[in-house]
């Protein structure tokens, strides 16, 4: 049998798609990508988009990579239009998930504590991709809202603390460290 010619083509990059969120997640989002080599993957950042001062599309990261867009979930604030308008967002929120991981096909998203990760993670596990949620370093006794639901519905392969105690409290979670 002849050998078949060999060709100098690189094997393409995993992809990764991450969350970006304001304040405190987005310091922490950028140090975690900060330990990996810009040319390890090929990047995707999904963002809240919004209008308003909050806005994180337009924050700097790491490597490049395209941005894509994804309904922000709402505010909590306690007025009587939230029983509406929070549902429908999460809802369209949960679209805009499935067309993003349908349309970039990520070998693994991570998330840093975001409430985008719920639908996201959810459309992620149901295109059989590997999902990670990192809780924030805030969080020293008790998981985020985000990450008790996450745990309690196992949507992340691996759910990772920044505090000792917690991992002791939680046994599916994996203290590796802090990020920052």
Do not use: C
């Not at 405190?24 to 999904?46: A, K, N, S």
């Not at 924030?136 to 992340?156: D, I, K, P, W």
């Amino acid at each position: 049998m002849p050998d078949l010619p060999q060709t100098d083509r690189p094997a393409p990059k995993r992809r990764l798609l991450v969350v970006l969120s304001g304040g405190g997640w987005h310091r922490q989002t950028v140090r975690f990508l900060e330990q990996f080599d810009p040319g390890e993957f090929e990047y995707f950042y999904v963002y809240g988009h919004h209008s308003g001062n909050h806005s994180t599309g337009k924050l700097p990261t790491p490597h490049p990579g395209p941005r894509l867009p994804m309904h922000y979930i709402g505010p909590t604030r306690k007025t009587a239009a939230r029983f509406i308008t929070n549902p429908l967002r999460l809802a369209l929120s949960f679209v805009e998930a499935f067309r993003i991981i349908h349309r970039t096909r990520p070998d693994v998203v991570a998330v840093l504590g975001s409430a985008l990760s719920v639908p996201l993670l959810t459309a992620a596990k149901l295109f059989r991709t590997k999902t990670v949620f990192i809780e924030s370093l805030t969080r020293v006794e008790q998981l985020s809202r985000t990450g008790r639901l996450l745990y309690t519905l196992r949507l992340a392969n691996r759910l990772y603390v920044q505090s000792p105690p917690l991992a002791d409290r939680f046994p599916r979670t994996t203290f590796a460290g802090a990020v920052l």
